[in-house]
């Protein structure tokens, strides 16, 4: 069974840095793309980055770039997104996906979510 489990989330201030960790299991992970995606209270959710399979590419919205840097370690079928600068309009329920590649516009595979609440 495919499972992915985010951590990592809390409450910081703006400018803070928070590194969000997702532990996969139950599934070929090498040969999947893996992101992260967000939604704010009130707001469609959102692709902030994904990694394809094969490692080449890293993608990233134009509202992150710069400021968070996703990566992947195919050994312990984890992934990490290190958020620096954070701003309040980062606040969301961050959720880890993966698909066989990676799309805009939705994932197959979600996991249930950690809070990232960026507040002075």
Do not use: H
Not at 74 to 79: R, S
């Amino acid at each position: 069974q495919l499972q992915l489990v985010e951590s990592g989330g809390g409450l910081v201030q703006p400018g803070g840095s928070l590194k969000l960790s997702c532990a996969a299991s139950g599934f070929a992970f090498d040969y999947y793309a893996i992101g992260w995606w967000r939604q704010a209270p009130g707001r469609e959710r959102e692709a902030v980055s994904c990694i394809e399979s094969g490692g080449g590419s890293t993608n990233y919205a134009d509202s992150v770039a710069g400021r968070f840097t996703m990566s992947r370690d195919n050994a312990k079928k984890t992934v990490y997104l290190q958020m620096n600068n954070l701003k309040p309009e980062d606040t969301a329920v961050y959720y880890c996906v993966a698909d066989s590649r990676c799309y805009s516009d939705n994932m197959d595979y979600w996991g249930k979510g950690t809070p990232v609440t960026v507040s002075s």
